[in-house]
């Protein structure tokens, strides 16, 4: 029907339902309107929770391609923004060890697909570790299978490094109050000190301020041995190494090769031993309280990254525990000299070499071994005294200390008696082993004489007795008879001089 021949009333039917129409559309547009600003502040909401979230947010795909990443989490893995690291794949850029990318995800599936505050290492952007605390899980698509994983992860480096620096000082101080050697403890600081920063090359240097030397007590090194590494002296102006520096300014010291060529031009190093322009070396005083009592060092020759401005800070926050433990044992093994040694000749004195001996013999008679002892007397020291003056007589003792160390194995025993006598215990040897002591005794005697170039001959009387666990006999009696045999060799001694 045309409109022409339509009435008026359909008319105004037909204007009144599309005024209808109009104010639906208008109600649709307002709601839409509504619906669009709720939307809105959603996403602003959702936006703001995302960025502002108290952890890092992110998705991966099934092959491990970060899809999705806060600004949080990229700020963590030391990126600008989160553009910056979508794309990159979780196993070939963030693991710090390739191998915790299967253990992470044999944990996830062990768990049928969620991982609650699992820890786990990864690295920055500038290769430096990121401890981490990960919650996540697995997501599906559309078919139920996995699309990939999300979850939410929190650094927790500095809480697991100050925990690792906790266990570190725990550790070094537990050592320092046991009964172990000060060696002993030397190994321990390198390898406690190895779970938080680098130890391949690691070294240890102690200040002997009477001599004026620095020594090294402790010393690993890919490049260097430590017999090829010298005493020096402290106060050398020719001699000015990165380890003398340290210790004299009493400062740290971190060195990669264009600052060591900048401080060699300048004339404040002239260093020592292997270097590569890779290199860098990071030393710290030892101090106890105030006093410098050497310092220690890492270094590497081939990775001039491998330490920062904070591996100082950590260096520094361990070595004073270090120093303290070090002084501390050193102290201990001081006065177990004092105690256990001679402080003339350094052999052991009556007391406790005799201790020892006994040990030894109740040792013997278990495991039925032989024992053999030597009993020697300084001959002519009455006459060395009297024209020439107890100390050269002293000399002349410290000289036959040394000569019976040189011929001595490790496991054997030499005790000061008294005087100038000396009881050496052989382990594990017979008199038939007589001869061959008593040759190189007096091969060694001959050298000494030589080249002391003394005006008097020095020369010892010995006399020798054994323990038989066959046929066992008493500390006591064995000493006295090696007594015996010595002042029957010394008395037929001044028979051929008469």
């Keep these: 029907m045309k409109d022409n021949e ?3 009333e359909q008319l105004i039917n037909e204007l009144s339902e599309f005024r209808q129409q109009v104010i639906e559309l208008k109600k649709l547009e307002i709601k839409y309107k509504e619906v669009e600003k709720i939307l809105r502040k959603s996403e602003e909401k959702y936006r703001s929770l995302y960025e502002n979230m108290p952890g890092a947010y992110y ?9 999705m990443i806060s600004p949080e989490g990229a700020k963590l893995f030391g990126y600008n923004s989160s ?3 979508l794309g990159k794949n979780i196993s070939q850029h963030f693991y710090f060890a390739p191998e915790d990318r299967k253990k992470y995800l044999k944990e996830l599936e062990k768990n049928k697909g969620n991982l609650k505050d699992f820890e786990i290492t990864l690295k920055k952007k500038d290769g430096s570790p990121l401890v981490i605390s990960d919650t996540s899980h697995y997501y599906y698509d559309k078919e139920g299978n996995i699309a990939g994983v999300e979850g939410i992860f929190v650094g927790i480096t500095e809480r697991v490094q100050a925990e690792k620096f906790q266990k570190v000082l725990y550790n070094i101080s537990k050592a320092a109050n046991s ?7 030397y190994k321990t600081i390198h390898k406690e000190l190895g779970t938080i920063v680098d130890t391949t090359n690691f070294y240890i240097a102690l200040v002997d ?7 090294f007590p402790y010393y690993i090194d890919e490049k260097n041995d430590s017999s090829s590494t010298p005493k020096v002296s402290k106060y050398s102006t020719a001699l000015n190494t990165p380890t003398l520096y340290v210790i004299k300014k009493g400062q740290p010291l971190l060195l990669d090769y264009q600052k060591l060529n900048q401080m060699k031009a300048k004339g404040l190093l002239s260093p020592k031993g292997a270097i590569t322009d890779k290199s860098i070396w990071l030393g710290v005083p030892l101090k106890v309280e105030d006093r410098v009592i050497g310092a220690m060092a890492v270094q ?20 004073n525990q270090i120093a303290t433990a070090i002084e501390r044992k050193r102290m201990e093994e001081k006065l177990k000299k004092l105690a256990h040694y001679d402080t003339l000749t350094g052999a052991y004195n009556r007391g406790y070499g005799l201790e020892l001996l006994q040990r030894q013999l109740k040792l013997s008679k278990r495991d039925k071994s032989l024992l053999l002892l030597a009993y020697s007397d300084l001959d002519d020291l009455k006459d060395i005294n009297d024209e020439f003056g107890h100390e050269e007589g002293d ?8 000569l019976f160390k040189s011929i ?4 054997d025993i030499i005790t000061r008696m008294g005087g100038d006598e000396f009881l050496v215990t052989f382990l594990d040897s017979s008199l038939n082993e007589i001869p061959i002591i008593r040759k190189r005794l007096s091969k060694e005697l001959a050298r000494l004489n030589q080249i002391s170039k003394k005006p008097y001959k020095i020369g010892f009387s010995t006399g020798f007795s054994n323990y038989d666990p066959n046929n066992p006999q008493s500390m006591d009696e064995l000493i006295r008879i090696a007594d015996q045999m010595m002042y029957e060799e010394k008395k037929t001694k001044k028979k051929g001089r008469l």
């Design 395 to 402: 000399r002349a003792m410290v000289q036959v200390a040394k």
């Design 209 to 215: 301020y009477k001599r004026s030397e620095i020594f």
């Design 300 to 319: 590497s020759y081939t990775n001039p990254n491998l330490y920062r401005e904070e591996d100082i800070k950590l260096m520094e926050f361990v070595s």
């Design 408 to 411: 001595l194995r490790e496991v």
């Design 6 to 8: 339509k009435t008026k």
């Design 59 to 67: 998705r991966t795909d099934k092959d491990g391609n970060l899809i």
């Design 83 to 85: 553009k910056d690291i």
């Design 179 to 185: 009964p172990i050697s000060l060696k002993q403890l």
